[in-house]
């Protein structure tokens, strides 16, 4: 520091954003395309000049300390700015650039939101997007993720959402299962089967229909909710999927998983009399201290002209 003014450096910030994304200096070496020690030395020369530790370190991570997080936040959003800056400047001719982070639930990722994503992708291809497939709800800030793609009611987290869509869901079983326990007509039925549950939600047993109906542990108005015995609890619709196809019970499952199943026949809807299951919100979600960047609301409108409609896609003949 030299009267009074900060000496740091922009590969400095940069290096520093680099490690609390990537979760450890080698991965930001790697990403940055440098040494360790060339990242190590960096990060270090910006704590000396603020005069405050940005990282806790261990052999094998670097996590932001208090101070580290909210100066990443705020570095990351001159970052952005600064590659909007040259964007405008120089590259309207090229389409979109720089590094979009995106977390995706993992079936409705591969099968709905990368498929409506690769022609946008085409059209610009100085853009890099880096996706990760997870059933979890991943930390936005932690994870350094820009947007993130949410189905079901979001908790109240300081998290800016978009709507884009809805996801319907249906109670259903094979057709070998039906033959041999029987249709379920109302909600006191389900307590007489074998049911297969989502592991990624502390309810897994507790399942909620849209109703009037008074046989069941009211929710909100509209809505009951029933205890089911889970044979099987998975943390991933597909391997719910799986169980299902193979007898082993019933399950409500997203249609954007199951449409086609239904359809075919593979699996059997099953009517409650006055019942459906709930729907759920689909959501792109991104942090309220992060500026919105040109090239992440232009993904999350590419998804949303993609879903437009009272029927989503996957709910489409």
Aim: charged residues 20%; glycine residues 10%; hydrophobic residues 45%.
């Amino acid at each position: 520091m030299d009267g009074g003014t900060l000496r740091y450096r922009f590969e400095e910030i940069e290096a520093f954003v680099a490690v609390v994304e990537a979760g450890s200096i080698s991965a930001a070496a790697v990403r940055l395309d440098v040494a360790k020690s060339v990242i190590s030395k960096r990060v270090s020369a910006l704590e000396d000049c603020l005069g405050v530790a940005l990282l806790q370190r261990s052999t094998r991570r670097a996590t932001p300390t208090t101070g580290g997080l909210e100066f990443f936040e705020r570095s990351k959003a001159v970052l952005q700015e600064l590659e909007e800056a040259a964007h405008a400047v120089g590259g309207r001719q090229r389409g979109l650039t720089g590094t979009v982070r995106l977390a995706l639930p993992m079936s409705f990722g591969h099968m709905h939101v990368l498929p409506a994503l690769m022609p946008f992708l085409k059209q610009n291809k100085d853009l890099l997007l880096q996706v990760d497939l997870d059933d979890r709800h991943m930390d936005l800030v932690q994870g350094g993720y820009d947007l993130a793609i949410r189905i079901g009611m979001l908790a109240d987290s300081g998290l800016i959402a978009r709507r884009l869509a809805h996801s319907q869901r249906a109670l259903c079983c094979s057709p070998e299962y039906l033959a041999r326990k029987g249709q379920p007509t109302t909600l006191a039925d389900l307590a007489h089967h074998d049911c297969i549950g989502y592991g990624l939600v502390s309810s897994s047993h507790i399942w909620q229909f849209e109703t009037t109906g008074k046989d069941a542990r009211r929710l909100d108005e509209g809505r009951v909710a029933t205890t089911v015995r889970a044979r099987i609890v998975a943390n991933n619709g597909e391997a719910m999927v799986q169980a299902v196809l193979n007898g082993l019970g019933l399950a409500v499952l997203p249609t954007f998983l199951v449409g086609g199943l239904l359809k075919s026949g593979a699996l059997v809807p099953l009517a409650l009399e006055g019942l459906r299951p709930t729907m759920d919100p689909v959501n792109a979600v991104y942090t309220q201290s992060r500026n919105l960047s040109s090239k992440v609301r232009a993904i999350i409108d590419v998804l949303a002209a993609a879903w437009a409609g009272d029927v989503a896609p996957w709910d489409g003949p």
